[in-house]
């Protein structure tokens, strides 16, 4: 199995700020990887996917970037809908992972 | 505006089989991948099982020998189930459809169901 590794687990930042996660796979996975934004109580959705496509939809303010095995999500200018757990998950090979998720809260 | 119900029981026994079904609303099969995720009480969303249009199929190895994944195209319904439950798969259990043009990346979710596993 492809192991994903998210750093950091949380984060907390002021509204207007730059945030940036970062997920590493333990194997090169090209462009396969995609990141969802989780609410509490409410099920994840889907922000990028190919690493840096955007989902329709989602604001302008995210973004992704990466291949091989390092990939960044940024989210630049922090707003507080924002707040969430952010997941990457590898779409290269089955079984389909997902990293350990990084919370994301405003200070 | 596709839209995933998903309905099943909440409660188990231990030994007991998991059932759980997603009615579709709002959108076709054809071209589609099917997804099964679960997610432990504070922790992360494990994949557990995948069925496309075809009716191909791709089972996480961990759970593969109590899962089984299908899809009832007639009543735009896909099911799972899971036998010999224990408490370690109490779980909000999601369905999830992906592609054609976003194979393996989740667009549409349901909205959830409680499973927990108690004597």
């Known amino acids: 199995d492809i192991q994903m590794t998210q750093s950091p687990s949380s984060v907390s930042a002021y509204v207007g700020d730059r945030v940036t996660i970062s997920c590493r796979a333990s194997?090169?996975?090209?462009?396969?990887l995609a990141w969802y934004q989780q609410k509490p109580g409410e099920a994840p959705k889907l922000l990028i996917y190919t690493a840096s496509s955007l989902q329709s939809g989602v604001p302008s303010r995210f973004s992704g970037s990466g291949s091989g095995t390092d990939f960044i999500l940024t989210i630049s200018g922090l707003q507080p809908e924002d707040v969430a757990t952010y997941y990457c998950?590898?779409?290269?090979?089955?079984?389909?992972?997902f990293g350990g998720g990084t919370k994301v809260e405003i200070k | 505006q596709v839209q995933l119900q998903q309905w099943g029981a909440g409660l188990l026994k231990p030994s007991e089989t998991l059932s759980l079904t997603c009615d579709v609303h709002?959108?076709?099969?054809?071209?589609?991948?099917w997804n099964w995720i679960r997610q432990a009480p504070g922790k992360g969303l494990e994949w557990l099982a995948e069925?496309?249009?075809?009716?191909?199929?791709n089972y996480n190895p961990s759970l593969k020998s109590r899962l089984a994944i299908s899809l009832d195209t007639s009543r735009s319904q896909i099911s799972l189930k899971l036998s010999s439950v224990t408490a370690a798969d109490t779980a909000v259990y999601y369905c999830s459809r992906a592609g054609p043009a976003t194979p393996y990346y989740m667009e549409v979710w349901g909205g959830g169901t409680t499973v927990a596993v108690s004597s």
């Open positions: 194997q090169g996975i090209s462009s396969w």
């Open positions: 998950q590898q779409a290269k090979s089955f079984p389909l992972t």
């Open positions: 709002g959108g076709s099969f054809s071209g589609y991948y």
């Open positions: 069925i496309d249009y075809s009716g191909a199929i």
